[in-house]
T-cell receptor, first 114, second 118 residues
Framework: DVKVTQSSRYLVKRTGEKVFLECVQD?????MFWYRQDPGLGLRLIYF???????EKGDIPEGYSVSREKKERFSLILESASTNQTSMYLC?????????????FGDGTRLSIL | AQKVTQAQTEISVVEKEDVTLDCVYE???????LFWYKQPPSGELVFLIR??????QNEISGRYSWNFQKSTSSFNFTITASQVVDSAVYFC???????????????FGTGTLLAVQP
């Protein structure tokens, strides 16, 4: 079974802090994704990566950056956390070589910015 | 533009009732893929089904069935004889065929919260 692991289930940080959310997958997937989930808005794509050191902006990249130094790990960085970044963050991964394979998700990180 | 609409925000049923979750999509592409995911209270999204645009056959898996109709751009999900364990948020999603490599970006609907009462 595919396993996508997010480093924290719950996280509380203060405004202005630099925040790191970590995601690791164990299935050698090329693609990795970061989403945020908010009530009434569904899931929105922040950034994705289709290879090591490659990244592309999703629909709402402002205020975020990402890092992919190794194939299995994809980090989301909040450069200077703000209260409007309080949300549920979901990481996902999928195969690139075969078209449109399903994405596999982690358990999510519920982030609160005070 | 791509869009997925799940008009039902919340549905409440009593155990053993049948329930249908609606999904309507918009895309200009002729090749695309549709997905359903389940998100139980624990938070992880669980993949349920993928359907490509060339395959309009309905699918049944146990108590779950899916009805794909290109004529109405709909991909509805029915749970027969619902159970309390079916309580979750259900998401419909759309992905267009990859260009020069499958990045598999998904466009999600806003989700439908299904509550099954005992």
């Amino acid at each position: 079974d595919v396993k996508v692991t997010q480093s924290s289930r719950y996280l509380v940080k203060r405004t202005g802090e630099k925040v790191f959310l970590e995601c690791v997958q164990d299935m050698d997937h090329e693609n990795m994704f970061w989403y945020r989930q908010d009530p009434g808005l569904g899931l929105r794509l922040i950034y994705f990566s289709y290879d090591v050191k490659m990244k592309e902006k999703g629909d709402i990249p402002e205020g975020y950056s990402v890092s992919r130094e190794k194939k299995e790990r994809f980090s989301l960085i909040l450069e200077s956390a703000s209260t409007n970044q309080t949300s549920m963050y979901l990481c996902a991964s999928s195969y690139r070589r075969r078209s449109n394979q399903p994405q596999h998700f982690g358990d999510g990180t519920r982030l609160s910015i005070l | 533009a791509q869009k997925v609409t799940q008009a039902q925000t919340e549905i409440s049923v009593v155990e053993k009732e049948d329930v249908t979750l609606d999904c309507v999509y918009e895309t200009r592409d002729t090749t695309y893929y549709l997905f359903w995911y389940k998100q139980p209270p624990s938070g992880e999204l669980v993949f349920l089904i993928r359907r490509n645009s060339f395959d309009e056959q309905n699918e049944i898996s146990g108590r779950y069935s899916w009805n794909f109709q290109k004529s109405t751009s709909s991909f509805n999900f029915t749970i027969t004889a619902s159970q309390v364990v079916d309580s979750a948020v259900y998401f419909c999603a759309l992905s267009e065929a990859g260009r020069g490599g499958a990045t598999n970006k998904l466009i999600f609907g806003t989700g439908t919260l299904l509550a099954v009462q005992p």
